[in-house]
DNA sequence: GCGCTTATGCCACTCAGTGGCATAACTGTG
DNA sequence: CACAGTTATGCCACTGAGTGGCATAAGCGC
């Protein structure tokens, strides 16, 4: 491993083995997510992969715990900010479904890593074309979820935990992000965390409405 | 494969060879659902699945995709039929979530076969158990959303394609079958499909009051 | 410099999943 | 009942993900 210009997050101060820990994991991640996307998931394998990287196989699963998660990380970043975040934030009398909204943009807030929200994109792109990246994510948001649960129920003073009423809060949430996720992907709109956390408030926003929303047959022709 | 017996759905009228693969089927999913629930799905190969039904690997992979897949199957025939019954629904003027609710229940009662509570049971606690399968039963769920969602789109006269709330709609009772399917296998009540049936209108009926759900710190000690 | 700890590399291995091709089993015709 | 056409199955060899064990090298404190 021959790296000899550190390419971002220099961070000194911290043990020299340490930065090259994550340099390795970063360059990781970055490679992958470009092999992935010029050549699709399936059409790199983790011996080129690591060939293209300068690291053995074996290493790379000290790294990452299968092919999959080396792509979505910057997701699991994400989230794991959001897991922290939800640790101090205060309830504050307000429905534990706008605590949680508020948890996930403090999150984002927090994803200043150069290129953040264009690896986000390119993850995103490559779970709708994979079907095993995609359920790893979709498994991946549910533990997230049910972490988030249970620091809900060791913090907050909810009475009984067989109410659905906190879980369903959360997989609102989930579902929430997942479905900004897909519009800002999409649409037209700047490709930014700004434009990221906008789609997730619209969604938010949407939840009481899908409820409620009434239709009737289309009319023929 | 001397199959002396057929244990159930001897569906006659079907031609001889339609009928030997139904059964196939169906002893490679029973025989899967003990072994696995007895060691344990990692402590399973698929060589010694195949060697206890007298079917080779190859033909395994005729039948199903996956090893995790063998394992989905009641789950994975529910949702079928689920989306079957939403194709012929009618609306009626109120809200969607409602209609979807129903063809959720119209498909359980379709259910029938000997023994579905049971199979979904035993499923359900090795997704539990088991990452990969809990990864490939939200993936089939998350595909199943989308099928719904796209039915709805072309049979109702819902305006916009970007409105996320028929999206979250169906997310929402996803979440609510989610919801329910756990408390049914934890619950004391009966694991039958009628009281499967009720777990999932109480969560469907929890989904209003998740939104406004309110709760403060707890206080310590 | 010199031990101590920890990350890495290498090797052999298990097992899920696939492709190709030969063979057996079912089908419905005469 | 034989015959030809179709379709399911079995066998074999192969790729590629993921793991365990052990030797080695790199960073760390002294």
Same mark, same amino acid.
């Given at each position: 491993?021959?790296?000899?210009?550190?390419?971002?997050?220099?961070?000194?101060?911290?043990?020299?083995?340490?930065?090259?820990?994550?340099?390795?994991?970063?360059?990781?991640?970055?490679?992958?997510?470009?092999?992935?996307?010029?050549?699709?998931?399936?059409?790199?394998?983790?011996?080129?992969?690591?060939?293209?990287?300068?690291?053995?196989?074996?290493?790379?699963?000290?790294?990452?715990?299968?092919?999959?998660?080396?792509?979505?990380?910057?997701?699991?970043?994400?989230?794991?900010?959001?897991?922290?975040?939800?640790?101090?934030?205060? !309830?504050?009398? &307000?429905?534990?479904?706008? *605590? /949680?909204?508020? %948890?996930?943009?403090? =999150?984002? +807030?927090?994803? @200043? #890593?150069?290129?953040?929200?264009?690896?986000?994109?390119?993850?995103?792109?490559?779970?709708?074309?994979?079907?095993?990246?995609?359920?790893?994510?979709?498994?991946?948001?549910?533990?997230?979820?049910?972490?988030?649960?249970?620091?809900?129920?060791?913090?907050?003073?909810?009475?009984?935990?067989?109410? !659905?009423?906190? &879980?369903?809060?959360?997989? *609102? /949430?989930?579902? %929430?992000?997942?479905? =900004?996720? +897909?519009?800002? @992907? #999409?649409?037209?709109?700047?490709?930014?965390?700004?434009?990221?956390?906008?789609?997730?408030?619209?969604?938010?926003?949407?939840?009481?409405?899908?409820?409620?929303?009434?239709?009737?047959?289309?009319?023929?022709?």
């Amino acid at each position: 491993m021959s790296n000899a210009l550190p390419p971002r997050d220099h961070d000194d101060r911290l043990p020299l083995r340490e930065r090259k820990k994550l340099r390795t994991r970063q360059t990781l991640v970055d490679t992958a997510l470009e092999l992935f996307t010029e050549r699709g998931f399936n059409g790199v394998t983790l011996d080129e992969l690591c060939d293209a990287v300068e690291v053995s196989k074996r290493t790379f699963f000290r790294y990452f715990a299968s092919k999959e998660d080396v792509a979505m990380a910057p997701t699991q970043d994400l989230w794991r900010a959001f897991l922290e975040d939800l640790e101090t934030r205060e !309830p504050g009398g &307000r429905p534990v479904l706008e *605590m /949680l909204q508020e %948890a996930l943009f403090a =999150a984002m +807030d927090r994803m @200043t #890593a150069d290129g953040w929200a264009h690896r986000v994109l390119l993850t995103r792109q490559l779970a709708a074309a994979t079907p095993s990246m995609d359920a790893h994510g979709l498994h991946f948001c549910h533990d997230t979820g049910r972490a988030a649960l249970a620091t809900l129920y060791r913090r907050l003073d909810l009475a009984t935990p067989d109410d !659905p009423r906190t &879980r369903l809060a959360v997989d *609102m /949430l989930v579902a %929430a992000f997942h479905c =900004a996720l +897909d519009t800002w @992907t #999409a649409g037209p709109g700047t490709l930014t965390r700004a434009g990221l956390a906008a789609h997730v408030r619209d969604a938010c926003a949407a939840l009481p409405g899908s409820l409620t929303l009434t239709a009737g047959l289309r009319p023929p022709g």
